[in-house]
């Protein structure tokens, strides 16, 4: 993970982390999620769903951070985020996603 | 399909979203075709209704028609969808029957601007306390990609073939000029932006007004050879421009041009039934009984 300035408290701070639920037959597969996911977590798959579009799948689960874009910018409602309990703390893939969302909206 | 296959996917389709409570599921695919941004303004919409805290019993959400027009019938609130034009007149019936809903007109720029423009105007200049959401994606898209009020200059339509040399309206500007206390105007894609926007018009007194420029693929994308809906959310994303208290004079949108978003105005005005009780206070004195609404019998 890249970042431009370290947060002095980073040891401290808990990434959040989401748990993706795509419910894939009411997506239209309009690659909205794909597309503005700030983490690159999905993808649309090959598979179709009953209606013949892709849905998307995830592809990198674990980077998810839980910001909630996708489920925001889905139209069909046939995607959500959940947190995801988390267990161990620390820095290993700090991310400033979360917070600089806060600060904008 | 195996029976497991089904199973799974029946199984996903009980999953519940969170947005589902303030939905009518039953009503479910909506009509809106793929890459429609329609569906991610609604999801701005629903979002803001929770963060602004009004009780949902007390609010009342009316379309007019349209492909925006829809969204009276898909949100779970009392809702009206009235007739090409006329959401603002029921809306504004619906408010002065009962002062103590909040109303939410909620229709596209057609319905709002096109057909039904002379309400605006009037809606806005008596200050009627309503919160009035256009999507206005520079076409009438419902009825068959007509050329529409805010269509910009050489769009292509099916009724202007050659392109459009009509000028269109700058909606922040006729909304602010009309008298509307609250105005602004986001893409769909800044969907934190536009749902912060919305609570706070969602709770401001007298007319509110928010602009949602959207993209429409099946009619204006495709007739302008623009791509997908996605490619014209990644116009907005290269496009757009935030500018609070932006000159509204400036404000007009060209073919494929800059969007400037943002806040626009936030200002207080008497209301129409804060103005009319208040003037007849002033003439009838003691005999003046205050305007709150229908009399209670119980
Ligand atoms: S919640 Fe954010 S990080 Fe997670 S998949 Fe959605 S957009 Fe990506
Ligand atoms: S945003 Fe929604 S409809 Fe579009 S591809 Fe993703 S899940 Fe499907
Ligand atoms: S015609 Fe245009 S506005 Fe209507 S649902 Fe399709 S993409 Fe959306």
Redesign the interface.
């Known amino acids: 993970m890249r970042f431009w300035r370290k947060p002095l408290d980073a040891d401290k701070l808990q990434i959040p982390h989401g748990e993706i639920?795509?419910?894939?037959?009411?997506c239209?597969?309009?690659?909205?999620c794909v597309?503005?996911c700030p983490k690159d977590v999905l993808e649309l798959s090959t598979e179709f769903?009953?209606?013949g579009?892709h849905p998307p799948a995830a592809k990198n689960a674990e980077a998810c951070v839980h910001c909630g874009?996708c489920?925001?910018?889905?139209?069909?409602?046939?995607?959500?985020v959940l947190e995801k309990k988390e267990e161990e703390k620390g820095d290993k893939s700090i991310t400033p996603c979360k917070e600089v969302?806060k600060v904008?909206? | 399909m195996s029976e497991v296959q089904l199973k799974k996917k029946k199984e996903e389709l009980e999953e519940e979203h969170p947005m589902e409570h303030l939905l009518r599921m039953e009503r479910m695919p909506h009509i809106w075709c793929p890459t429609c941004g329609i569906g991610t303004a609604v999801t701005a919409f629903l979002m803001a209704l929770e963060k602004s805290q009004i009780p949902l019993k007390d609010t009342a959400i009316v379309s007019g028609i349209g492909c925006t027009g829809r969204v009276a019938g898909y949100v779970k609130l009392d809702s009206f969808h009235s007739t090409h034009g006329r959401a603002i007149p029921f809306a504004t019936g619906l408010k002065l029957a009962n002062p103590k809903l909040k109303v939410v007109v909620f229709s596209g720029d057609g319905d709002i601007i096109g057909i039904g423009g002379n309400h605006f105007l009037h809606a806005a200049r008596r200050n009627m306390d309503l919160t009035v959401v256009c999507v206005n994606n520079f076409i009438y898209a419902m009825t068959g990609g007509q050329c529409a009020a805010t269509t910009p200059i050489t769009a292509n339509t099916s009724t202007s073939p050659y392109g459009n040399f009509e000028q269109p309206f700058n909606l922040p500007y006729l909304a602010a000029s009309c008298g509307a206390v609250y105005v602004a105007r986001w893409t769909a894609l800044d969907v934190r932006r536009l749902a912060k926007s919305l609570t706070e018009a969602l709770q401001k007194k007298g007319f509110s007004f928010v602009e949602i420029i959207c993209p429409c693929s099946t009619l204006y994308a495709r007739r302008n050879r623009l791509g997908t809906g996605l490619d014209l959310m990644k116009f907005y994303h290269d496009n757009s421009v935030i500018k609070h208290g932006a000159d509204l004079s400036e404000l007009d949108i060209g073919f494929q041009s800059k969007i400037v978003v943002g806040k626009f105005i936030d200002r207080e005005r008497p209301t129409f039934i804060e103005g009319v009780n208040q003037g007849l206070r002033g003439v009838l004195k003691e005999k003046f009984v205050e305007y709150g609404g229908p009399i209670d019998d119980d």
Not at chain 1, 21 to 26: A, S, V
Not at chain 1, 28 to 32: D, L, P, R, T
Not at chain 1, 71 to 80: I, K, N, T, W
């Open positions: 639920h795509i419910i894939r037959e009411r239209k597969g309009c690659a909205f597309e503005y769903n009953l209606k579009y874009l489920e925001l910018l889905c139209p069909e409602f046939a995607l959500f969302e904008e909206s």
